[in-house]
């Protein structure tokens, strides 16, 4: 499942004392699997900053095709895996000073991992060399599809990358019926993880997919789900309620993440990056820890995947939209 890491600028250049195209090919084995959906975000802390400085790593390796191949695979994870963590002070051109920083970013919004060349001896439970990085059983962990526990903790620990790194996010679950006790419990989380960030992040455009039901009226399933996401809209969070006929049942739980691109008229228009799927959720008084793991396999779908979700979705005439103040 997505995970947010941050290599270090001597840990993407590191050879590690062995034959340097070696390592790259774990590395990019790992970032990138070749029949596999990635499941990794690197994080360019202090944005510019970290690119200058792995750029400067690479230019200084001496063995040329060593050199290519890592400024190939660095421009691919700029490209396709990389998301911005701000960072509030210099940092120096050591590795140390990377994973310093790397630290206190965590503390604030946690990584998955610090990744280390095999030069620095990495901090317990923070950082981890590249060697290890890069073995098979490190991947386990954060394997896709992905059994995630019923409760709370477990659903943040899975959501966080794509509510910390989407521009806007569609949330689609089924069991929403006006109430405090059903998978508005979710809901709320994923709202809270992609809008209750510190300072230097930003801020995430909620969309919440509603489906009328038989016995519910309209007007109560918008005054109950409106009523549950009041302090939120309080605080200035953008979210809307889109509500589908009964007909256009939602079956799945699944939510949708991206930004925002413009267009040659500088036009802002969504780009879907992530689509998860959920077998199940927390949700109200069953969100215990006995609900077990048994068939809640969350599953992360590739880019393209994403976007042909999201456009079969957008193609669904919705009954009614409304905008949350």
């Given at each position: 499942m997505l995970t947010e890491f941050l290599l270090t600028p001597d840990a993407i250049c590191d050879s590690d004392g062995r034959n340097g195209t070696d390592v790259v090919r774990e590395l990019k084995n790992c970032l990138f699997p070749f029949s596999g959906t990635p499941?990794?975000?690197i994080c360019n802390l202090g944005g510019d900053d970290w690119v200058r400085a792995v750029s400067s790593k690479i230019a200084r390796i001496p063995d040329g095709n060593h050199r290519s191949l890592v400024q190939n695979l660095f421009m691919q994870i700029v490209d396709q895996l990389s998301v911005s963590r701000p960072v509030d002070h210099d940092i120096k051109d050591d590795e140390s000073s990377w994973v310093s920083a790397g630290i206190k970013s965590s503390a604030l919004v946690p990584l998955g991992k610090i990744v280390v060349s095999g030069?620095?001896?990495?901090p317990p439970e923070a950082a981890i060399q590249l060697?290890?990085?890069t073995s098979h059983d490190?991947?386990?962990?954060?394997r896709n599809p992905r059994l995630v526990s019923r409760n709370k903790a477990c659903q943040e620990d899975a959501l966080r990358a794509i509510c910390t790194h989407s521009d806007w996010i569609v949330i689609r679950l089924p069991q929403i019926r006006g109430g405090c006790d059903d998978e508005i419990v979710t809901a709320k989380q994923i709202i809270q993880l992609a809008n209750g960030l510190p300072t230097g992040f930003s801020k995430t455009k909620i969309d919440l997919h509603l489906c009328l039901r038989k016995n519910i009226r309209e007007e109560n399933?918008?005054?109950g789900v409106s009523h549950e996401l009041k302090?939120?809209?309080?605080?200035?969070?953008?979210?809307t309620l889109t509500l589908f006929p009964a007909e256009n049942k939602i079956l799945n739980r699944e939510i949708i993440?991206?930004?925002?691109?413009?267009?040659s008229q500088q036009n802002e228009i969504p780009k879907p990056l992530w689509w998860i799927t959920m077998a199940h959720v927390a949700v109200g008084s069953r969100n215990a820890n006995d609900a077990g793991d048994a068939g809640n396999t969350w599953s992360l779908f590739s880019r393209a995947e994403a976007h042909n979700r999201f456009e079969e979705i957008n193609k669904a005439e919705p009954l009614k939209k409304l905008k949350l103040n």
């Open positions: 499941i990794a975000l030069c620095t001896t990495p060697r290890k990085f490190f991947w386990k962990e954060y399933l918008f005054n302090n939120f809209t309080r605080q200035g969070i953008d979210v993440g991206g930004e925002y691109t413009a267009t």
